[in-house]
């Protein structure tokens, strides 16, 4: 049972959704739309990991590069990064071996948010 569900807030969260599953293999769980047919809150799931997503509220900026960042671990690093920037994402940090034993990449999504992926399940 999942106990942490981050949420991220996007100007098109429509656009993020198909990206998130075309660039980093999400699938759909659920979407719920405003009055209007806007997205008004969607989650997206991974494996056993979930994120929820919204309308970015107001003229808020994205985060800045180094204040946060979701980790999502993944089988295959080299395959992943691969399908990541086959769909357009920057790829921040090349896939790269690390001293606990993981093997990790990391990218930034549509909208500027930082992600990292990696081998590695605490």
Do not use: K, N
């Amino acid at each position: 049972m999942r106990t942490v569900y981050p949420i991220l807030r996007y100007p098109d969260p429509r656009a993020a959704i198909d990206w998130l599953c075309s660039a980093f293999g999400f699938r759909v769980h659920a979407v719920h739309e405003a009055s209007d047919g806007t997205v008004a809150h969607a989650q997206l799931v991974l494996d056993t990991g979930m994120v929820m997503l919204g309308p970015r509220v107001g003229a808020a900026p994205p985060p800045a590069e180094d204040d946060w960042s979701v980790y999502v671990a993944v089988p295959d690093v080299d395959a992943h990064c691969a399908r990541a920037r086959a769909a357009g994402a920057d790829i921040t940090r090349e896939p790269f071996d690390t001293d606990y034993g993981s093997r990790d990449y990391a990218a930034r999504d549509l909208a500027g948010i930082q992600w990292s992926f990696g081998t590695y399940r605490p």
